[in-house]
């Protein structure tokens, strides 16, 4: 029932779910600009003052750390009703939901504390909190909703209940133009129909964030009560990690949904999504600190004590580097945390691009972390914590980290797709001025006009990309020791504005398909707002924390090689030749390559297919207890 589409048209729904204005100023958009504006997070944001946030960090703490056993949510692949029951009585359900509505009302940088904290107890417990509230149905309702909605639903779920989102299909991912639900208009609202992929807390929702199509309006978010008939829960998804986890395949079979439920208006729903997302993407990097700052904690004691050839391990410098490694990388996830949450709360800056750069860098390098950490530990690392417990030794969760961790780089946008997701925002400002020109649609007066006003946008803006204050021997003096880092950062700015213009002029329409080329861009303008974000944290820090200009320092030491080696692979790389080996492999032309290994014989599907109509399977929805 997935709808067929061509790749111009998914394009052009994706393009039209965007929120093409930009009413704020942006760092991350500045900087792929070529301009360099550190005024814009620095002086580093002043966090609100917050005592209630602080006693109910406070409480979180205690809690998770007395009352919740994260091996036995690890062993039984389950959180406890119990569990749920405590969050619930501490508030943790309605952090993000306003008081008016029973919420905490918490900032974004106080939530996401909340999420390092719980999250490191058990990942598990972390996307449960962050699904049901950074994705699912208060946030949209914050956003998009109605008085009348806000005050029907957000009670019930700053009191316990939980949310989910339901957007993915079994044959459609990051391509929501194929979605295949369908809202049929009906008497006094809409007729659901439709299965539903990968719904994280769809086993235990009350209530539902549910994307639809609805004939002729387009994708529409509506809320659907969990229990409404004709919804059946199919199946609990297992994965590779957060076991705990209560991901769901869900059925809807003429379920009816009332008119007033619809969000945000027909035809919006994935425009909610996306703008939801742009601080909901916060929470993940949240967990990726949570990872790294535990990691460290266990390179820390255990390269400490552990002896090898007469000396501490962490004494060799073939470890030692791995350890500098964990340590630099966790000051500098947690560093850009941090400063887009302030941001985000003093609501003065757009911060699109930023919340996506944060959860592109912190899911790939909390990864690098997790595998150094592994490395560190030997066989130890390997070995599952209840192996190491039999043993008589500290049962630490270290192969449990990298399985929980790997999720990350797929969640809320693929690596991949993140990449192309910044890269589309930051050529927005050459698209705009002269888009119809690289326009294969555009007729002659569109592209003559684009013209025109290219020339005049490129005539003032490339002579700004020459020079700047990053090539001032004494620029940003008053940040002393780091000063050299931020005019590399100034520098670099220029050159890969430059590089992105090059690209433009060189292969035009084309450059969509230049994957890889793109994907070194955003991740040279990534290493770039994490040095921005460690050099403004470590100069506020300077006088209560002079440590921080040491991590700091060192890992925009490490920024900078990495960066380096991506300005020089632009254009010096195999790109062409990997996919056109990619495409005979596709071909069959290295099957040769395959023969000697017993491969897999199933002849089931790829991906499932399915049909309209009444389910078949045994509902396995979960149900949690009200205390006693």
Same mark, same amino acid.
């Given at each position: 029932?997935?709808?067929?589409?061509?790749?111009?048209?998914?394009?052009?729904?994706? *393009?039209?779910?965007?929120?093409?204005?930009?009413?704020?100023?942006?760092?991350?958009?500045?900087?792929?600009?070529?301009?360099?504006?550190?005024?814009?997070?620095? $002086?580093?944001?002043? %966090?609100?003052?917050?005592?209630?946030? !602080?006693?109910?960090?406070?409480? +979180?703490?205690?809690?998770?750390?007395?009352?919740?056993?994260?091996?036995?949510?690890?062993?039984?692949?389950?959180?406890?009703?119990?569990?749920?029951?405590?969050?619930?009585?501490?508030?943790?359900?309605?952090?993000?939901?306003?008081?008016?509505?029973?919420?905490?009302?918490?900032?974004?940088?106080?939530?996401?504390?909340?999420? /390092? =904290?719980?999250?490191?107890?058990?990942?598990?417990?972390?996307?449960?909190?962050?699904?049901?509230?950074?994705?699912?149905?208060?946030?949209?309702?914050?956003?998009?909703?109605?008085?009348?909605?806000?005050?029907?639903?957000?009670?019930?779920?700053?009191?316990?209940?939980?949310?989910? #989102?339901?957007?993915?299909?079994?044959?459609?991912?990051?391509?929501?133009?194929?979605?295949?639900?369908?809202?049929? $208009?009906?008497? @006094?609202?809409?007729?659901?129909?439709?299965?539903? =992929?990968?719904?994280?807390?769809?086993?235990?929702?009350?209530?539902?964030?549910?994307?639809?199509?609805?004939?002729?309006?387009?994708?529409?978010? #509506?809320?659907?009560?969990?229990?409404?008939?004709?919804?059946?829960?199919?199946?609990?998804?297992?994965?590779?990690?957060?076991?705990?986890?209560?991901?769901?395949?869900?059925?809807?079979?003429?379920?009816?949904?009332?008119?007033?439920?619809?969000?945000?208006?027909?035809?919006?729903?994935?425009?909610?999504?996306? /703008?939801?997302?742009?601080?909901?993407? +916060?929470?993940?990097?949240?967990?990726?600190?949570?990872?790294?700052?535990?990691?460290?904690?266990?390179?820390?004691?255990? &390269?400490?004590?552990?002896?090898?050839?007469?000396?501490?391990?962490?004494?060799?410098?073939?470890?030692?580097?791995?350890?500098?490694?964990?340590?630099?990388?966790?000051?500098?996830? *947690?560093?850009?945390?941090?400063?887009?949450?302030?941001?985000?709360?003093?609501?003065?800056?757009?911060?699109?691009?930023?919340?996506?750069?944060?959860?592109?860098?912190?899911?790939?390098?909390?990864?690098?972390?997790?595998?150094?950490?592994?490395?560190?530990?030997?066989?130890?690392?390997?070995?599952?914590?209840?192996?190491?417990?039999?043993?008589?030794?500290?049962?630490?969760?270290?192969?449990?980290? =990298?399985?929980?961790?790997?999720?990350?780089?797929?969640?809320?946008?693929?690596?991949?797709?993140?990449?192309?997701?910044?890269?589309?925002?930051?050529?927005?400002?050459?698209?705009?001025?002269?888009?119809?020109?690289?326009?294969?649609?555009?007729?002659?007066?569109?592209?003559?006009?684009?013209?025109?006003?290219?020339?005049?946008?490129?005539?003032?803006?490339?002579?700004?990309?020459?020079?700047?204050?990053?090539?001032?021997?004494?620029?940003?003096?008053?940040?002393?020791?780091?000063?050299?880092?931020?005019?590399?950062? *100034?520098?670099?700015?220029?050159?890969?504005?430059? &590089?992105?213009?090059?690209?433009?002029?060189?292969?035009?329409?084309?450059?969509?398909?230049?994957?890889?080329?793109?994907?070194?861009?955003?991740?040279? @303008?990534?290493?770039?707002?994490?040095?921005?974000?460690?050099?403004?944290?470590?100069?506020?820090?300077?006088?209560?924390?002079?440590?921080?200009?040491?991590? %700091?320092?060192?890992?925009?030491?490490?920024?900078?090689?990495?960066?380096?080696?991506?300005?020089?692979?632009?254009?010096?790389?195999?790109?062409?030749?990997?996919?056109?080996?990619?495409?005979?492999?596709? !071909?069959?032309?290295?099957?040769?390559?395959?023969?000697?290994?017993?491969?897999?014989?199933?002849? %089931?599907?790829?991906?499932?297919?399915? !049909?309209?109509?009444?389910?078949?399977?045994?509902?396995?929805?979960?149900?949690?207890?009200?205390?006693?």
């Amino acid at each position: 029932m997935t709808a067929t589409v061509s790749e111009k048209q998914a394009r052009q729904v994706a *393009e039209a779910a965007r929120e093409s204005e930009w009413r704020k100023p942006s760092f991350g958009k500045e900087l792929f600009l070529g301009r360099f504006r550190l005024d814009l997070i620095d $002086p580093w944001p002043a %966090a609100e003052e917050r005592p209630d946030a !602080e006693e109910f960090l406070a409480k +979180l703490d205690a809690y998770v750390r007395s009352d919740v056993d994260g091996p036995r949510i690890e062993r039984e692949a389950r959180i406890p009703d119990e569990v749920f029951q405590g969050l619930a009585g501490l508030g943790a359900f309605g952090m993000k939901i306003d008081k008016k509505y029973g919420g905490l009302g918490l900032s974004n940088l106080h939530y996401c504390k909340a999420l /390092t =904290l719980a999250g490191s107890v058990n990942p598990s417990i972390g996307a449960l909190l962050s699904a049901h509230q950074s994705i699912g149905v208060p946030q949209p309702l914050k956003i998009f909703g109605t008085d009348e909605q806000k005050q029907k639903y957000l009670p019930r779920l700053a009191g316990g209940e939980v949310s989910a #989102f339901l957007l993915t299909e079994p044959d459609v991912g990051s391509d929501p133009a194929r979605l295949g639900t369908i809202a049929e $208009p009906v008497e @006094g609202g809409y007729k659901l129909n439709g299965v539903k =992929l990968w719904a994280t807390n769809g086993t235990v929702a009350t209530l539902l964030v549910v994307m639809a199509r609805v004939p002729d309006k387009g994708i529409t978010a #509506f809320v659907v009560e969990g229990d409404a008939e004709g919804i059946t829960i199919e199946r609990r998804n297992a994965f590779l990690g957060l076991r705990g986890l209560e991901n769901s395949v869900t059925r809807f079979h003429d379920v009816f949904v009332p008119a007033e439920n619809v969000i945000g208006g027909l035809g919006k729903g994935l425009k909610i999504a996306l /703008t939801t997302l742009n601080t909901g993407r +916060l929470s993940l990097p949240a967990m990726c600190v949570g990872a790294g700052k535990w990691s460290l904690n266990v390179a820390r004691e255990w &390269s400490a004590e552990r002896v090898q050839w007469g000396r501490a391990v962490g004494k060799h410098e073939a470890v030692a580097k791995k350890i500098a490694f964990i340590a630099a990388t966790t000051y500098a996830m *947690e560093s850009m945390l941090d400063l887009c949450c302030l941001i985000a709360d003093d609501d003065r800056n757009d911060i699109r691009i930023e919340a996506a750069l944060v959860k592109l860098f912190a899911s790939e390098m909390a990864w690098q972390v997790a595998d150094e950490l592994i490395q560190v530990r030997g066989g130890r690392g390997y070995e599952t914590a209840d192996s190491l417990a039999a043993r008589g030794e500290r049962a630490v969760e270290v192969e449990q980290l =990298l399985r929980d961790l790997r999720i990350n780089r797929i969640f809320e946008g693929s690596t991949e797709i993140m990449h192309l997701l910044i890269a589309r925002e930051a050529v927005d400002a050459h698209l705009s001025v002269a888009g119809d020109i690289i326009d294969p649609d555009a007729g002659l007066g569109r592209k003559a006009r684009a013209g025109a006003k290219a020339g005049a946008f490129y005539a003032k803006w490339l002579p700004t990309l020459a020079v700047g204050r990053g090539q001032v021997p004494n620029g940003y003096g008053e940040f002393g020791p780091l000063a050299s880092h931020l005019r590399y950062v *100034e520098r670099a700015s220029r050159k890969l504005a430059r &590089s992105t213009f090059y690209a433009m002029s060189r292969w035009q329409g084309k450059l969509e398909r230049k994957q890889g080329f793109l994907g070194r861009i955003v991740d040279i @303008g990534a290493e770039l707002f994490a040095m921005s974000a460690v050099c403004v944290r470590a100069r506020s820090e300077r006088e209560t924390r002079p440590e921080g200009v040491e991590l %700091a320092d060192l890992f925009c030491r490490q920024a900078r090689l990495r960066a380096e080696a991506l300005f020089a692979a632009l254009w010096d790389n195999t790109d062409s030749l990997d996919t056109k080996v990619a495409k005979r492999v596709l !071909e069959g032309r290295y099957t040769f390559l395959e023969e000697g290994v017993v491969t897999s014989t199933s002849d %089931a599907a790829w991906v499932a297919t399915w !049909e309209p109509g009444p389910s078949t399977a045994e509902d396995v929805r979960r149900r949690i207890p009200p205390p006693s």
